[in-house]
């Protein structure tokens, strides 16, 4: 069993490392920092380099390279940038093989690479993308649709924003919501989460094809959205274990800040807040709907402004559960959790009760070692 941790007191890196070490920390995660890794080493430690896969940071950050959606708008989505511009993808591959030849670094984890969440943005209708020029070319390469793509989609965005019909069925249980109905009569949607997730895994292959390369001996790692939402942003599990080595997904289940792009809870009740306040369904058949699409054991009073503050703790181990029977036993499967989470101890628990090989923690908080010191030698004492 392995626990890691992501990022540092950036203040006081030594003194971070050991305190890791003497807590039985394994690993650290964190930017590319020379010193950092070189400190890691020191203390025994493992040191992962995380990069963002499209960046839409400096040059990346002009109209050329945005994400586009059903309507022609740009869009920044989690500061990143269209996932199919060839130089956003050859700017990422470039600092995987850079990095990953700086000494001591055992591995890369990446983070980011997908496309767009319903989280992702302020902009909800960031979730509704791509559909620039490169993405039809490589939509058209792949044999896929666009134009049907492109038209099922906007209408898709346009029952979230309440101005198309749901197809209904009054006897069921979640809204009246018939969703085979709804996306058989959609089957562009089902064409574009296929094509976002093949060209996330062809992106994944570069990424591996360009780290064996640069450090044969080094791990690729990837931050991934947890398996109830993974489809939604091109994540398929089944395909990128053919090329991941370390599987970390983001089981964040109570964020209670900001829009919080890869938060369970946080994405999760995004979708039921738009359908909600376009009036596309009513609060108590938004919760219905959102038991029925990620199988979580929500109270039967459960509200969307409680989902948004957090989901119960057993959705970290369903979701671990859920990633493990994807990836099989081959994998390491190592979740990352928050570390401000005020049910600690039991979300660690759950997910090492759903098969995890370790927990990794986000983020480095000082004040929160304490708490963690005796979590992490309870569960060490377990495996011996």
């Given at each position: ?10 203040d ?6 050991k ?8 690993a ?9 890794i070189?400190?890691a ?11 963002h ?7 990346f ?7 586009v959606?059903?309507?022609?708008q740009?869009?920044?989505w ?19 093989a850079?990095?990953s030849?700086?000494?001591?670094v ?22 509704f993308?791509c ?12 044999g896929?649709d ?9 209408r ?6 309440g ?12 809204g009246?919501?018939?969703l ?6 959609l ?5 574009w989460?296929?094509f976002r ?7 994944m ?10 450090h044969?001996?080094a791990l690729?790692g ?19 274990r053919?090329?991941?080595d370390?599987f ?12 919080g792009?890869?938060c ?5 009740s ?14 108590r ?16 009073d ?15 181990q ?18 990352i959790?928050?570390l ?6 039991q979300?660690t628990?759950?997910a090492l ?9 986000f ?19 377990e495996?011996?």
């Amino acid at each position: 069993m392995q626990f890691l941790m992501h990022g540092l007191d950036k203040d006081h890196k030594q003194q971070s490392m050991k305190t890791l070490r003497d807590m039985g920390f394994g690993a650290i995660v964190t930017g590319f920092d020379e010193e950092a890794i070189a400190l890691a080493a020191e203390h025994g430690l493992e040191a992962y380099v995380c990069t963002h896969a499209f960046t839409a940071k400096d040059s990346f950050a002009t109209d050329a390279y945005l994400a586009v959606d059903v309507h022609g708008q740009k869009h920044v989505w989690f500061n990143s940038a269209c996932p199919n511009h060839p130089e956003v993808q050859e700017d990422h591959l470039r600092r995987i093989a850079t990095w990953s030849q700086s000494p001591g670094v055992a591995g890369i984890y990446v983070d980011g690479a997908r496309f767009s969440s319903p989280c992702s943005s302020a902009d909800f209708r960031s979730f509704f993308t791509c559909f620039c020029q490169h993405c039809a070319k490589k939509a058209a390469a792949m044999g896929f649709d666009f134009g049907r793509m492109r038209h099922d989609v906007r209408r898709l965005l346009a029952v979230f924003e309440g101005r198309e019909s749901l197809p209904l069925v009054n006897n069921l249980p979640y809204g009246g919501v018939d969703l085979l109905v709804f996306f058989n009569a959609l089957p562009g949607v089902w064409d574009w989460l296929r094509f976002r997730a093949q060209c996330v895994t062809e992106h994944m292959a570069d990424a591996a094809t360009t780290l064996r390369a640069a450090h044969p001996e080094a791990l690729l790692g990837m931050y991934i959205f947890s398996p109830s939402i993974a489809p939604w942003v091109g994540q398929d599990y089944g395909q990128l274990r053919q090329h991941v080595d370390v599987f970390a997904p983001m089981i964040y289940r109570s964020l209670q800040a900001g829009e919080g792009p890869a938060c369970l809870n946080k994405e999760v009740s995004r979708l039921g807040r738009e359908l909600v306040i376009h009036d596309v369904m009513t609060d108590r058949d938004a919760v219905a709907f959102l038991r029925t699409l990620t199988g979580f054991a929500l109270a039967d009073d459960a509200t969307v402004v409680a989902m948004d503050r957090e989901l119960p703790v057993s959705a970290v181990q369903l979701e671990t559960q859920r990633a493990r029977n994807l990836l099989g036993r081959k994998h390491p499967l190592v979740p990352i959790i928050q570390l401000d989470d005020d049910a600690l101890a039991q979300s660690t628990a759950a997910a090492l009760a759903g098969s995890a090989d370790g927990v990794n923690f986000f983020a480095y908080r000082a004040d929160r070692l304490p708490q963690l010191q005796a979590l992490i030698h309870e569960h060490l004492s377990e495996d011996l």
